[in-house]
């Protein structure tokens, strides 16, 4: 006869030492950034710092702040660094608008502003020399799980 050994149940969502695989990532901005030890506190295991928003001293500041209240709680909180990526932005159209249909031909042209007729200006420098002409449009393939809910319905 085998001993019985005592096992602590381990939800699956939790590692062997009871911390959770889950991440709760909160964005610190200037609302929040003084109430960094509660959010540690209430479960926080990821902090984000937009880097659209503030100036180089606001960024260092919230890093010494969640480096500091991490480690008064002696527990490893990681940081998000989230980088602004490229705008990509659209000039104007006549009349506010163009509703384009299958066969029409438009031009895309660099530039910013109010297009001509039949033009899409994009201020995006490299966007003309990054497309060839003619280049197909892939479509994107739906994933598994997408294609059996939608043969399940």
């Known amino acids: 006869m085998t001993p019985d050994i005592e096992k602590p ?10 911390r959770s695989h ?26 984000r710092i937009n880097f659209s ?7 260092l500041r919230r890093v010494k702040k969640i480096r500091s209240e991490a480690d008064a709680r002696m527990t490893a909180v990681g940081i998000l660094s ?6 990509m ?13 299958a066969g029409d031909r438009l031009r895309l042209r660099q530039g910013s502003g109010t297009a001509q007729s039949g ?5 995006f420098g490299g966007f003309m020399e990054a497309v060839q002409i003619g ?14 809910a939608r043969d399940r319905a």
């Open 89 to 101: 932005r659209m000039g104007r159209f006549p009349g506010g608008e163009v509703v384009a249909k």
């Open 53 to 59: 928003h503030g100036s180089e001293e606001d960024f």
């Open 119 to 123: 033009d899409v200006l994009f201020n």
């Open 22 to 47: 889950t991440k709760i990532v909160a964005t610190i901005g200037p609302a929040c950034e003084d109430r960094i030890g509660e959010l540690i506190a209430a479960g926080m295991s990821v902090a």
């Open 135 to 148: 280049q197909p449009h892939r479509r994107r393939r739906r994933s598994s799980r997408a294609r059996r």
């Open 9 to 18: 149940l381990v939800n699956d969502s939790q590692k062997s030492d009871g």
């Open 82 to 87: 989230d980088i602004q990526g490229p705008k």
